[in-house]
Nanobody, 115 residues
Framework: QVQLVESGGGLVQAGGSLRLSCAAS????????MGWYRRAPGKQRELVAT???????AYADSVKGRFTISRDNAKNTVYLQMNSLKPEDTAVYYC?????????WGQGTQVTVSS
């Protein structure tokens, strides 16, 4: 089993910044991909950004140039630095861990961007 604990969500004005963190524990496999997804009200969950254990990253077009994903493999922690936030970024953000053995999700953290 893999457990994920997220932190860092909150309320911010448009143009502001937030940093999300997600710490993984349990049966961590050295080769894995961690990432962030989000679900806005009335919409389906969508990918925000992912990063492999080899630091290869991928981003949704809507966040490129504004969000940065990074990780600390020693701490099994992934971060999402969100800058220039827009009201349309308002959503519940979920951390994800994928390896050949597990696919785990965090409980979600709310990000609200006011205009």
């Amino acid at each position: 089993q893999v457990q994920l604990v997220e932190s860092g969500g909150g309320l911010v004005q448009a143009g502001g910044s937030l940093r999300l963190s997600c710490a993984a524990s349990g049966s961590i496999y050295s080769s894995n991909t961690m990432g962030w997804y989000r679900r806005a009200p009335g919409k389906q969950r969508e990918l925000v950004a992912t990063i492999t254990s080899g630091a290869i990253t991928a981003y949704a077009d809507s966040v490129k140039g504004r969000f940065t994903i990074s990780r600390d493999n020693a701490k099994n922690t992934v971060y999402l630095q969100m800058n220039s936030l827009k009201p349309e970024d308002t959503a519940v953000y979920y951390c994800n861990y994928k390896s050949r053995f597990y696919n785990a999700w965090g409980q979600g953290t709310q990000v609200t961007v006011s205009s």
